[in-house]
């Protein structure tokens, strides 16, 4: 089992259900894990599908999608940022 974090406007699209997902054997990687959320939710999805995103694995930032992911992972899904 993992832990996903849908931060802002993903937070407020994602379903409750995928905080804590058990996530099938083959759904080892970030893309693959990004692949599951479309198919589990379409509008989440498309949503990150559409929008620049960061992910962070265990509170570090991730760039590369084919990073392996493990039990117990947080992943934390980030949306741009804004500020001044």
């Known amino acids: 089992m993992v832990h996903l974090v849908f931060l802002g406007k993903f937070g407020d699209v994602a379903p409750d259900a995928l905080a804590r997902?058990?996530?099938?054997?083959?759904?080892?990687?970030?893309?693959?894990?990004?692949?599951?959320?479309?198919?589990?939710?379409?509008?989440?999805?498309?949503?990150?599908?559409?929008?620049?995103?960061?992910?962070?694995?265990?509170?570090a930032l991730v760039q590369d999608l084919s990073q392996p992911i493990a039990a117990g992972d947080e992943i934390a899904f980030l949306p741009p940022m804004s500020g001044g």
């Open 21 to 59: 997902p058990v996530l099938p054997g083959d759904v080892r990687t970030l893309a693959d894990l990004k692949a599951w959320i479309a198919a589990q939710s379409p509008p989440l999805g498309r949503m990150l599908a559409a929008t620049p995103l960061r992910l962070a694995v265990n509170q």
